[in-house]
T-cell receptor, first 113, second 111 residues
Framework: ETGVTQTPRHLVMGMTNKKSLKCEQH?????MYWYKQSAKKPLELMFV???????ENNSVPSRFSPECPNSSHLFLHLHTLQPEDSALYLC????????????FGNGTRLTVT | EDKVVQSPLSLVVHEGDTVTLNCSYE??????LLWYKQEKKAPTFLFML????IEKKSGRLSSILDKKELFSILNITATQTGDSAVYLC???????????FGGGTRLMVKP
C-alpha cells in the first residue's frame, strides 16, 4: 500500500468514449501529479497541482483534462483519445514545501482501441 | 530543458553479483536527485541525494552523488532475484517539485 490509490487499475476504451481516471492520496500531501509511462520512453510529467494551483505541461493534448477538487483527490478526464495514448498513467503526491520525494500510485493501464 | 540519462539500458546478472547503475544529468538550478525502483507498477522511493560525496545506504543498496561531474551511481551488492526491476533516476530543479526522469535501467537477476 503506497498511500496513493488509483482507480481503475485497467481501462479499455474506444476512441469516441469519455472516461475518467481517479487518484486519491491518504498522506496529507499538498501536491499531486499525473505522469504517463509509455513503453521504452521515460516517465513524462503531464500535470501538477501544487498548493491548489495547476502547473501544466503545454505539450499535453487537450483531450486530457485534469481536475483537482481538493488536495486529496485528482482526476484525469479523457475524451476522444488516440491509440498512441495507450500507456500506464501514474498518479503521485508529495509535500511541496518539504522537498519530499514523490509517492506513486499503482497506475491505471489504459488501452485505447 | 532538464535531461537525465541512465546507463546501461538493461543488465542481466546472477545472484550474488554486485551491480552499479549510472545516472548523468543536466539540470538548471539543481535541487536533488532521486532513485526509484519500479517492479510492476508504482515506482517506490529509494534515495534522495542533495549533497556531493555523501553516501546514502539502505541494506545492500547505496548511492552517491557527484555534483561537479553531474552524475550519480546506485550500487547493489549481493544481488537477489527480488532486486529485478527497473531502476529510475530523476532530478528536481529549484523551480518546483517536478521531476525529470531518465529512461531507467532494467535489471534482471538470475538465480
Amino acid at each position: 500500500e503506497t498511500g496513493v490509490t488509483q482507480t481503475p487499475r485497467h481501462l479499455v476504451m474506444g476512441m469516441t468514449n469519455k472516461k475518467s481516471l481517479k487518484c486519491e492520496q491518504h498522506l496529507g500531501h499538498n501536491a499531486m501529479y499525473w505522469y504517463k509511462q509509455s513503453a521504452k520512453k521515460p516517465l513524462e510529467l503531464m500535470f501538477v497541482y501544487s498548493l491548489e494551483e495547476r502547473v501544466e505541461n503545454n505539450s499535453v493534448p487537450s483531450r486530457f483534462s485534469p481536475e483537482c477538487p481538493n488536495s486529496s483527490h485528482l482526476f484525469l478526464h479523457l475524451h476522444t483519445l488516440q491509440p498512441e495514448d495507450s500507456a500506464l498513467y501514474l498518479c503521485a503526491s508529495s509535500q511541496e514545501d518539504r522537498n519530499s520525494p514523490l509517492h506513486f500510485g499503482n497506475g491505471t493501464r489504459l488501452t485505447v482501441t | 530543458e532538464d535531461k537525465v540519462v541512465q546507463s546501461p539500458l538493461s543488465l542481466v546478472v546472477h545472484e550474488g553479483d554486485t551491480v552499479t547503475l549510472n545516472c548523468s544529468y543536466e539540470v538548471t538550478n539543481f535541487r536533488s536527485l532521486l532513485w526509484y525502483k519500479q517492479e510492476k507498477k508504482a515506482p517506490t522511493f529509494l534515495f534522495m541525494l542533495t549533497s556531493s560525496g555523501i553516501e546514502k545506504k539502505s541494506g545492500r543498496l547505496s548511492s552517491i552523488l557527484d555534483k561537479k561531474e553531474l552524475f550519480s551511481i546506485l550500487n547493489i551488492t549481493a544481488t537477489q532475484t527480488g532486486d529485478s526491476a527497473v531502476y529510475l533516476c530523476a532530478v528536481v530543479n529549484n523551480a518546483g517539485n517536478m521531476l525529470t526522469f531518465g529512461g531507467g535501467t532494467r535489471l534482471m537477476v538470475k538465480p
